[in-house]
């Protein structure tokens, strides 16, 4: 049996999450743009999943709530799925409050991101759902079989003519206590373990010839981390090893940025806006240095531009400008305002905070006490960990 350790986040943590990495609501955003890094990365070694994944019979239960609507006869497909989703969320309540369940905390109201959006792409990717002309169908294209599966075209003879059946690959049976409105959980039955590890099993990144770490960790890697770049897992990951180690030095540097705007904020307000601001941040820059300098300062950006792809040109700037503060001792963090500027003005123009012309407002709404202290990245790995767990524990 596999071990592993996380910190479990709960469902508003993960929702918190979500906005801080998507540039929306309060906590730390993407301004700059190293959520491009994140993604990746995380795409790269995880394929599939997504920091709003919680628990990994989820898989399952999407597609189930789809055969089970589709054997019924009924349209407004939205209302019904959305009715089975809130419905599920009811019934894992009952066995696993607080513990995962989508939606469980707006019981029995419906939440914005239901399992079937949140768990879409997984399906997909894992191989859930069938290709068709190499691409996956949308859950647009499903409910569209849905919709129109009550009204089944006759033949000449008067004969119901043959469905379409929906894109899924051969599913587990149906657990006995599917139907109904009984307490539901997240314990995987073994033949339900064994179907999702077949889908791991061979996950490769896109355009890579190497097993995904998704998939060598699924097939028992033994190995305790906080992080996804730990010894253990980088020696797991034999050749992606080196990309793997690469990723925790950005996710050093990504820290090392996102603390920077930060104090660049601060420090504006206070000199420029002439408006009372803290030193949470500022006094937080020099920590972040502390823990992760070193490593931010071996990212090389060839390698890292090999990793991940092309960025935009105002990213690159801004990885270049902040290892040459580095390398310079890490003093000053308003040397860094012009790329940090610009690359904030190309992301978000108007709502730029360190705009010159545009960011005084910006920063008079800004409130240091709620805006979270800069981390590195972390690559979906607290998430990947909670999936990985529900499958071993299946074994």
């Not at 919680?54 to 789809?66: D, E, K, S």
């Not at 707006?106 to 859930?128: F, K, N």
Request: aromatic share 8%; with cysteine.
């Amino acid at each position: 049996m596999s071990s592993f350790g996380w910190t479990y986040l709960s469902r508003d943590a993960l929702r918190q999450a979500e906005r801080q990495l998507s540039g929306v609501g309060d906590g730390v955003r993407d301004e700059i743009g190293f959520l491009i890094l994140h993604q990746r990365y995380a795409d790269y070694f995880f394929p599939g999943t997504s920091v709003l994944h919680t628990r990994l019979r989820y898989a399952l239960f999407v597609p189930w709530i789809y055969l089970t609507l589709y054997e019924e006869n009924g349209s407004l497909v939205r209302d019904r799925l959305r009715r089975s989703e809130i419905s599920l969320a009811g019934r894992l309540n009952k066995t696993s409050k607080d513990d995962g369940v989508i939606g469980g905390h707006r019981y029995p109201d419906a939440t914005s991101q239901p399992p079937s959006v949140s768990y879409w792409g997984a399906l997909g990717t894992w191989g859930i759902l069938r290709s068709q002309d190499g691409r996956w169908p949308s859950r647009t294209y499903v409910h569209g079989l849905l919709q129109n599966n009550h009204r089944r075209a006759l033949d000449d003879d008067g004969h119901a003519m043959a469905r379409t059946e929906l894109p899924f690959v051969a599913l587990p049976p149906l657990p006995a206590n599917w139907p109904g409105t009984g307490p539901l959980d997240f314990k995987l039955l073994p033949r339900e373990a064994g179907f999702l590890h077949a889908r791991f099993s061979e996950l490769r990144p896109a355009n890579s010839t190497q097993l995904s770490m998704l998939a060598r960790l699924a097939a028992g890697g033994r190995v305790e981390a906080k992080q996804c770049w730990e010894p253990g897992l980088v020696e797991l990951a034999e050749g992606d090893g080196p990309r793997l180690r690469r990723a925790g030095y950005a996710a050093s540097l990504a820290a090392v940025g996102r603390a920077v705007y930060a104090a660049l904020v601060e420090t504006l307000r206070e000199e420029e806006d002439h408006q009372p601001s803290g030193m949470r941040h500022r006094e937080h820059l020099p920590l972040v240095l502390a823990q992760h300098a070193a490593a931010a300062g071996r990212v090389k950006l060839d390698q890292l531009l090999e990793d991940t792809g092309p960025l935009p040109k105002e990213v690159v700037d801004v990885i270049e400008q902040t290892l040459a503060w580095l390398k310079a001792g890490g003093n000053n963090p308003m040397t860094l305002r012009d790329s940090y500027e610009n690359a904030e003005c190309q992301r978000k123009t108007q709502r730029a905070r360190l705009s010159r012309l545009f960011g005084a407002p910006r920063r008079i709404e800004w409130n240091g006490d709620e805006h979270a202290l800069a981390e590195p990245l972390h690559y979906r790995w607290r998430q990947v960990s909670r999936l990985l767990h529900d499958l071993w524990a299946a074994a």
